[in-house]
T-cell receptor, first 109, second 115 residues
Framework: EDQVTQSPEALRLQEGESSSLNCSYT??????LFWYRQDPGKGPEFLFT???AGEEKEKERLKATLTKKESFLHITAPKPEDSATYLC??????????FGPGTRLSVLP | DAGVIQSPRHEVTEMGQEVTLRCKPI?????LFWYRQTMMRGLELLIY????????DSGMPEDRFSAKMPNASFSTLKIQPSEPRDSAVYFC?????????????FGPGTRLTVT
């Protein structure tokens, strides 16, 4: 069965303290691995899609990378406005979309 | 564009009652998704449509749930009869192009409480 796990469950950083979030997946025949950001009380907001191992994408202070078994979301010099829950999800051929439980990120000023 | 519109934003109902959630996708989008989010189970895809046709409903929990998309600008998710375990935030999302593009635009959600 397809499964997506994320770690850590929660992360507190000081402003400017870089770190990485992990997404591990067991998805047969991965079509795409994607990242969303969710603020409290709102719907998720799309960040990135990754299709193959070795692929990287960047957006402002965020960079997403993909290997054959996991994806990382690197946050460089985060700011308080980067505080949110980051969701990772996988989609395999012929299967449903599967979301991970998310990582709650808090960036303290 | 106003984005994905969902109504109502909050719904409180008693067990056994019928509940209908509504969604208006972004104009021009050809995919529409219904999700449910709870603390225990996270975000779960219930069903999605392409050009108003249901493509995958394997996430629909049971026969009490049904979804329709009568036209490109409107979809409903119905629960009949509702149960307390259906309490959750229900999101609608839409996108343009193949589902593998994954750039889905989510609505603000409907918070459903079944007492």
């Amino acid at each position: 069965e397809d499964q997506v796990t994320q770690s850590p469950e929660a992360l507190r950083l000081q402003e400017g303290e870089s770190s990485s979030l992990n997404c591990s997946y067991t998805v047969s025949g991965l079509r795409g691995l994607f990242w969303y950001r969710q603020d409290p009380g709102k719907g998720p907001e799309f960040l990135f899609t990754l299709y193959s191992a070795g692929e990287e994408k960047e957006k402002e202070r965020l960079k997403a990378t993909l290997t054959k078994k996991e994806s990382f979301l690197h946050i460089t010099a985060p700011k308080p406005e980067d505080s949110a829950t980051y969701l990772c999800a996988g989609h395999s051929y012929g299967q449903n979309f599967v979301f991970g439980p998310g990582t709650r990120l808090s960036v303290l000023p | 564009d106003a984005g994905v519109i969902q109504s109502p934003r909050h719904e409180v109902t008693e067990m056994g009652q019928e509940v209908t959630l509504r969604c208006k996708p972004i104009s021009g989008h050809d995919y529409l998704f219904w999700y449910r989010q709870t603390m225990m189970r996270g975000l779960e895809l219930l069903i999605y449509f392409n050009n108003n046709v249901p493509i995958d409903d394997s996430g629909m929990p049971e026969d009490r749930f049904s979804a329709k998309m009568p036209n490109a600008s409107f979809s409903t998710l119905k629960i009949q009869p509702s149960e307390p375990r259906d309490s959750a935030v229900y999101f609608c999302a839409s996108s343009f192009g193949p589902e593998s593009s994954y750039e889905q635009y989510f609505g603000p959600g409907t918070r459903l409480t079944v007492t």
